[in-house]
C-alpha cells in the first residue's frame, strides 16, 4: 500500500494554435506525406520535374501506340475479321461467303465516305475560322489517340513485333515495380502491392517499402531475389531484399534497395579501428559495410564465430579484422593458433597470452594441451562464480565489471585459430581416460566443449577454415557456433555448412558470389546488427586492414596492456603452461561426445531414410538412384515417399541412368545428399539426447 496525496499544479502549458495545427497536419492521414515532411517533399519535386520532363515525349509515345492501335482496330473491321471467324468456328464459312462479300463492300463504302467527309470538314473549318479550328481539332484527335494509346505495348491486344531493352526506371516507377514483382510470379496479375514507404533515394540507389497482398510472404520475395532481379532488369548483386519485421513490420512486409551499380565495385574501406586509440571488447567490432554502405558491427561475447571460405577471398583478413577490436582492449586474453605458419598472425605474437604458428604434429599436441588449459579455465570460473554475491555476479555469466576485475582472474579470452581443419584432421594417437582417440578427435570434443559452455564463461571462440565440409567440422561443434560468416565457396553445400541447413532455400547462398568480389561474404550474426536485431543474414564487405595496419594495431594493442599491466603469458615471456587436472578437464567431457563415433553408430534413422540407406547399403558405389526404384523395393506411396524425404532435406533431382531403351533421364536422388541426411540425423539425435541430459 502506498499513501500520497494530490498535489494541484499550475496546468499544462497551453499550446498556441499554430503548433496545434502542426500537430494536426502532421498526425492526419488525409494530408500526403510529401507535406509532412522536407525529404519527401524534396523528393515530390524532383518527380514532379522529372514527369514534366517526359510528358511530351510520353504524349507523343501514347498517340503513336494509339494511332497504330485505330490502324489494326480499322483494318480488322473493314476485313469483316469477326463475321469471318464466327463463321469459321460455326463451319459455314462457304454459305457466309456472299454476306461477307456484301459487308466487305459496304464497310469500304463507309470507309471511303468519312475519307472524303472529314477533309471537307476540315476545309469548311478553315475557310470560316482559320487556322485555329485546324489546330484545336487537331489537338482533340490527338488527345482522343493518346487516350486510346495511353496503356503500355505488352497489354492485352497489343503484341509489340519487337521489344526494346529492358531497363529499370531510375525513378522507381510504382508500376515499373509492380510488373515486375508479377512478372517474377511473385504475385499474381490480378494481385497489386501498398506501398509504406515511398521509393527515396538511399546513398548509391533507391529504397522503397511496399505490403504484399495477403497471403503472400516476404520469405518467398527473398528467396526469389534473383528471379525479381531479372525482372527489374539488375544484376542481382545490386538488389537487396529484407523482411521488415519487429512492431513495424508483419510476414508480408518487404523492403526493396536497388542501387545504381555494383555496390562491390568500389575500393574497399579502411577499418575505422585506425581511428580508435582503445576499444571496448563488449561493444560490437567494426566487421566490415553491407551494399547500402552501412557499417556492420559483429557482436562477439557471448558467442562464438566459424568463417569459412576457399583459399585467397579474404577468410584470414575477416578473422583478423574480428580479432582487431579484441587486441585494442588491454583486458582481453587472446589465445592464437597459425596453423597456416605464416606472416599473417605474426604481429599478434606480441599481445597473444598463448601464440603458435605451425602444422606439424607437435602443434597439434600443445594445441590439445592449449584446449585443455582453457577447460580447466572455465570450470574454475564457474566455480567461483558460485561464491560471487548477486550483486557482483548477478547471473551465471561474466559481467562487465568481472571482466575488468583482475583480482577475479576472469577477463573475456578469445581462440583465435586459422585454418581450423588442420587440428581437426590430425591423426596422431592420444589417450584419455583409457581411450585411444585421434588428436583431431579429442580437439573437436574439446572444443564442442568450450562453443557449448565457455561463452557465459567469457571465453571466445573464432575459427577459420578453408575446407568447409561436413567430415572437417563435425556437425555438433557447427550447431553450437552462433555467428557464420561464409564468403566465397564453390558449392552451395559448403555454404549451408557454414550458415546453416536449409539456407540456400533462403535466398543465402555464398557459392553465388562473384569471384572478382574479394572479402565479400554472407553474415549470420548471433546479435543484433545495424541492419536489425530480427535479420537473418546480410552481405557484407569486410574493411580492409593490409599487414601494416595489422602491425600498427597489435603494437598498440601492447602498448595499451603494458599501461595496464595486462601483458602476460607468451607476450609476457611465459611460455610454459600452468599445471592441469587433465583427469578431471577429461571427466567434464565425458559426458560430452568424445565417444560420439559410437553413439552415432547406434542411433536408429526414422522411416523411411532408414530403408533407404538400408537399401544402398547393398549397391555401393553408386552416385544416383531413381525415385521409381526406390518406390518399387521400399513397397512405398510415391507422394508420401517423396514428402518424407523432402523433410530430411533430400531434394529430387534429375540424372541420365542406362536403360533397357537407351539411356534415359529420370528423376531420383543423390546418394551423397542421402548419406548427408542419414548424418545430419543421428547427430540431431545425439545432440536432443545430450540436451536432454543437460536439463536433468
Keep these: 500500500m502506498f499513501e500520497g496525496e494530490f498535489v494541484n499544479d499550475t496546468g499544462a502549458p497551453q499550446l498556441s494554435w499554430w503548433l496545434r495545427f502542426v500537430n494536426v497536419w502532421r498526425r492526419s492521414p488525409r494530408v500526403p506525406l510529401w507535406a509532412k515532411d522536407r525529404v519527401h517533399a524534396v523528393q515530390a519535386m524532383k518527380d514532379l520535374t522529372v514527369a514534366v520532363v517526359r510528358a511530351p515525349f510520353r504524349f507523343l509515345g501514347a498517340v503513336v501506340r494509339g494511332l497504330v492501335v485505330a490502324v489494326r482496330w480499322w483494318r480488322s473491321w473493314v476485313t469483316v475479321r469477326d463475321y469471318r471467324q464466327a463463321a469459321e468456328q460455326s463451319e459455314k464459312l462457304a454459305d457466309k461467303f456472299g454476306d461477307i462479300r456484301a459487308l466487305t463492300l459496304f464497310r469500304w463504302k463507309v470507309t471511303g465516305t468519312v475519307a472524303a467527309v472529314f477533309p471537307a470538314a476540315g ?76 521509393a527515396t533515394r538511399e546513398g548509391a540507389g533507391w529504397a522503397v517499402t511496399v505490403d504484399l497482398p495477403a497471403t503472400r510472404k516476404a520469405v518467398d520475395v527473398v528467396k526469389n531475389r534473383d528471379a525479381l532481379a531479372s525482372a527489374l532488369a539488375v544484376d542481382e548483386v545490386q538488389l537487396s531484399v529484407e523482411r521488415v519485421r519487429g512492431s513495424g513490420g508483419h510476414a508480408g512486409r518487404v523492403a526493396l534497395w536497388v542501387a545504381d551499380e555494383d555496390p562491390y565495385s568500389a575500393p574497399s574501406v579502411r577499418t575505422p579501428l585506425l581511428a580508435v586509440a582503445r576499444w571496448d571488447a563488449w561493444r560490437p567490432v567494426p566487421f566490415g559495410t553491407d551494399a547500402r554502405g552501412r557499417r556492420i558491427d559483429l557482436p562477439l561475447v557471448w558467442t562464438s564465430v566459424l568463417i569459412g571460405a576457399i583459399p585467397r577471398q579474404g577468410k584470414t583478413m575477416a578473422e583478423r579484422l574480428a580479432a582487431a577490436g579484441l587486441i585494442l582492449d588491454p583486458h582481453v586474453r587472446l589465445y592464437v593458433a597459425d596453423f597456416k605458419n605464416g606472416k599473417d598472425w605474426k604481429a599478434a605474437e606480441q599481445v597473444a597470452h598463448r601464440f603458435m604458428a605451425g602444422d606439424d604434429s607437435e602443434h597439434v599436441l600443445r594445441f590439445v594441451d592449449w584446449l585443455v588449459e582453457l577447460v580447466a579455465d572455465v570450470q574454475a570460473r564457474y566455480r567461483r562464480m558460485q561464491e560471487l554475491d548477486d550483486v557482483t555476479c548477478p547471473e551465471s555469466k561474466v559481467t562487465p565489471a568481472m571482466s575488468r576485475d583482475i583480482a577475479l582472474g576472469m577477463p573475456i579470452t578469445a581462440l583465435v585459430v586459422d585454418e581450423v581443419q588442420i587440428p581437426l584432421e590430425d591423426r596422431t594417437p592420444v589417450e584419455v581416460q583409457g581411450k585411444k582417440l585421434t588428436a583431431g578427435e579429442y580437439c573437436g570434443e574439446l572444443l564442442m566443449w568450450l562453443a557449448k559452455k565457455a561463452p557465459a564463461a567469457g571465453v571466445i571462440l573464432m575459427l577459420a577454415t578453408q575446407r568447409p565440409d561436413g567430415k572437417t567440422i563435425p556437425s555438433g561443434l557447427r550447431a553450437v557456433l552462433g555467428s557464420r560468416f561464409a564468403l566465397r565457396v564453390m558449392d552451395w553445400r559448403d555454404s549451408n555448412i557454414i550458415l546453416g541447413e536449409q539456407m540456400n532455400t533462403r535466398g543465402y547462398d555464398s557459392s553465388r558470389l562473384l569471384p572478382s568480389h574479394k572479402g565479400v561474404g554472407i553474415l549470420r550474426p548471433d546479435g543484433e546488427t545495424q541492419a536489425g536485431a530480427d535479420v537473418l543474414a546480410l552481405t557484407v564487405r569486410t574493411f580492409y586492414m593490409p599487414n601494416e595496419d595489422w602491425r600498427e594495431i597489435c603494437a598498440q594493442g601492447r602498448a595499451l596492456r603494458e599501461q595496464e599491466g595486462t601483458l602476460s603469458g607468451h607476450a609476457a615471456g611465459q611460455t610454459t603452461l600452468p599445471t592441469v587436472d587433465r583427469m578431471a578437464v577429461a571427466k567434464a567431457i565425458s559426458g560430452g561426445t568424445f565417444t560420439d563415433a559410437e553413439r552415432v553408430a547406434e542411433v536408429e534413422l526414422p522411416e523411411p531414410l532408414a530403408s533407404v540407406v538400408d537399401y544402398l547399403a547393398g549397391h555401393d558405389g553408386r552416385d544416383f538412384v531413381p525415385t521409381a526404384e526406390l518406390v518399387e523395393a521400399l513397397g512405398v506411396e510415391p507422394k508420401g515417399f517423396g514428402l518424407d524425404m523432402a ?50
Design 647 to 696: 523433410e530430411f532435406g533430400c531434394r529430387p533431382t534429375r540424372d541420365r541412368v542406362p536403360t533397357e531403351d537407351g539411356v534415359k533421364q529420370v528423376r531420383g536422388y543423390d546418394v551423397a545428399d542421402i548419406r548427408a541426411a542419414a548424418e545430419r540425423a543421428r547427430h540431431s539425435a545425439v545432440i536432443d539426447a545430450e540436451v536432454l541430459d543437460d536439463d536433468r
Design 123 to 198: 476545309l469548311v473549318l478553315w475557310l470560316l475560322y482559320g487556322t485555329l479550328a485546324l489546330w484545336l481539332a487537331g489537338m482533340v484527335v490527338a488527345v482522343m489517340l493518346a487516350v486510346l494509346g495511353r496503356r503500355k505495348d505488352g497489354s492485352p491486344g497489343r503484341r509489340p513485333v519487337l521489344s526494346g531493352p529492358r531497363t529499370l526506371t531510375w525513378t522507381m516507377d510504382s508500376q515499373a515495380l509492380v510488373d515486375a514483382f508479377r512478372d517474377a510470379k511473385l504475385i499474381g496479375k490480378d494481385e497489386t502491392l501498398r506501398l509504406v514507404h515511398r
